[in-house]
C-alpha cells in the first residue's frame, strides 16, 4: 500500500485524476483507492448549512444538535432504517446503509459545510480510470471508498462505494475446499478489503485521501452496486 501524497485541497471543478498522476508513478494492474471526499468536493457535493431550512422532522431528529445537518440526512436519505437522535442510521439512494446517509462534516472544506456521497459512485471510479488512463497510458482499477460502521463490531472500516476495473467481489461458489467440501455460500468482499487495506496508510487525520494498492491481480470488471444486499436475501430488512 503507497500513500499518495502532496495533494492539496481538492475543490469543484478540480481534475482529481491530474492531481494524483502528478503525484504517483502508477503501473498497469495497480489498484487506486480514493476516499470519497475528495471525489465528491471535487463534483461539488458539498451543502452549505446556511442554505438549509430544517423541517420539523429534521427538528425532531436533532436531539440538540444543528437540525440543518439533520434536513441534509433526511435529503439524502431513501429511508431511516434507525434513529436515536441525533444517530441516524439510512439507507441512501445508492441503496448503502450507514450512519448519516453519508453526510459527514469531517475534512469539509469550510466551517459550516458538510460533504454528500457522491451522486454516482461507481460512474465516478470509471471516469477517474478513464482519465488516468488518458494521463499515464496505464491500466489500473479505482475505488472510491468511505468509511462504515459495522452491526455488533466496534469500529469502522473503509469499504468501496465505487469500483471500476475489477471484480468487486470473489465466488467461490462451487469451489472445494482442502477436505474436499464444496462451498455453496462464499463470496469475498474484494473491494471492501483492497479499501480497507489502502486505509492502513491514508488515515483519517494525516491529510492523505489516496492510496495505490500494488500487486494485487485485478482480473474483470464490476462496481460496487453489487456489493449491495439485495433486499430478498436481507435478513435484518
Request: proline share 6%.
Amino acid at each position: 500500500m503507497i500513500p499518495v501524497k502532496g495533494l492539496p485541497g481538492v475543490r469543484e471543478g478540480d481534475d482529481l485524476a491530474a492531481l494524483i498522476a502528478g503525484r504517483t508513478e502508477l503501473e498497469d494492474g495497480d489498484v487506486v483507492v480514493v476516499a470519497h471526499k475528495v471525489v465528491s468536493k471535487a463534483e461539488g457535493r458539498v451543502a452549505r448549512l446556511d442554505d438549509v431550512e430544517p423541517s420539523p422532522r429534521a427538528r425532531d431528529l436533532a436531539g440538540g444538535e444543528d437540525p440543518r445537518r439533520l434536513e441534509v440526512i433526511l435529503g439524502e436519505s431513501a429511508r431511516l432504517v434507525r434513529a436515536r437522535p441525533p444517530l441516524v442510521i439510512a439507507e441512501t439512494r445508492h441503496g448503502f446503509v450507514c450512519a448519516s446517509a453519508g453526510v459527514d462534516a469531517s475534512n469539509a472544506p469550510e466551517a459550516g459545510t458538510v460533504v454528500l456521497l457522491p451522486e454516482d459512485p461507481d460512474g465516478s471510479a470509471v471516469r477517474l480510470r478513464e482519465r488516468l488512463r488518458e494521463l499515464t497510458g496505464c491500466e489500473v482499477a479505482v475505488i472510491v471508498s468511505d468509511s462504515f460502521g459495522r452491526p455488533w463490531r466496534q469500529g469502522t472500516t473503509d469499504v468501496a462505494i465505487g469500483c471500476a476495473g475489477l471484480e468487486p467481489l470473489l465466488d467461490l461458489h462451487g469451489k472445494r475446499d482442502a477436505a474436499g467440501y464444496e462451498l455453496r455460500a462464499t463470496a469475498i468482499a474484494v473491494a471492501d478489503e483492497l479499501a480497507g487495506a489502502a486505509e492502513l496508510v491514508r488515515g483519517k487525520l494525516d491529510g492523505i485521501p489516496v492510496a495505490v494498492v500494488r500487486g494485487f491481480a485485478t482480473q474483470g470488471d464490476g462496481n460496487a452496486h453489487e456489493l449491495v444486499m439485495p433486499a430478498e436475501r436481507d435478513l435484518f430488512r
